[in-house]
């Protein structure tokens, strides 16, 4: 069991909560594999719920995973603004969205953490300024 911080990402934890979506499976054995919470951002739970619109199970799973605190959102983007605009603004060209800044402002917050996704832009990506950002997604399974 990783005992590392996990901070989860839009894709995966739709995957988690879709057992329709093509990487549900690798989503969930991935995550038995982690201890619980998992930290996110409310702008990844908005986007997960938008994304899940027309999945009513699996809007109750996500709810459950919340109600049952295995997701645990703790980001404030108030007292983050200053780092999520620099963020922002260096990755405008991909272009950024605001809940990967997040998730990129919460892996610079903890540092033994790593990014839980599917999003190949976190490649990209670097914590303050020039860290790689460990990973794991299927391309890098064990980060």
Not at 22 to 39: D, G, I, Y
Not at 76 to 95: C, F, G, N, R, V
Not at 130 to 141: D, F, G, K, V
Request: aromatic share 6%.
């Amino acid at each position: 069991m990783l005992t590392s911080t996990i901070i989860i990402d839009t894709d995966p934890l739709v995957a988690l909560t879709d057992e329709k979506d093509l990487q549900h499976h690798w989503a969930r054995q991935t995550s038995e594999q982690f201890k619980a919470p998992l930290l996110t951002c409310d702008a990844v739970l908005s986007e997960t719920w938008f994304l899940l619109r027309h999945l009513p199970k699996a809007q109750a799973k996500l709810l459950a995973l919340l109600r049952q605190g295995l997701i645990h959102s703790r980001f404030d983007s108030l007292a983050e603004t200053d780092s999520l605009i620099e963020l922002l603004q260096k990755y405008a060209d991909l272009p950024m969205s605001f809940a990967d800044a997040c998730l990129v402002r919460m892996c610079e917050l903890h540092p033994d953490s790593l990014i839980f996704t599917l999003d190949s832009d976190f490649t990209i990506y670097r914590r303050r300024r020039t860290e790689l950002i460990p990973q794991i997604s299927p391309a890098n399974p064990t980060h």
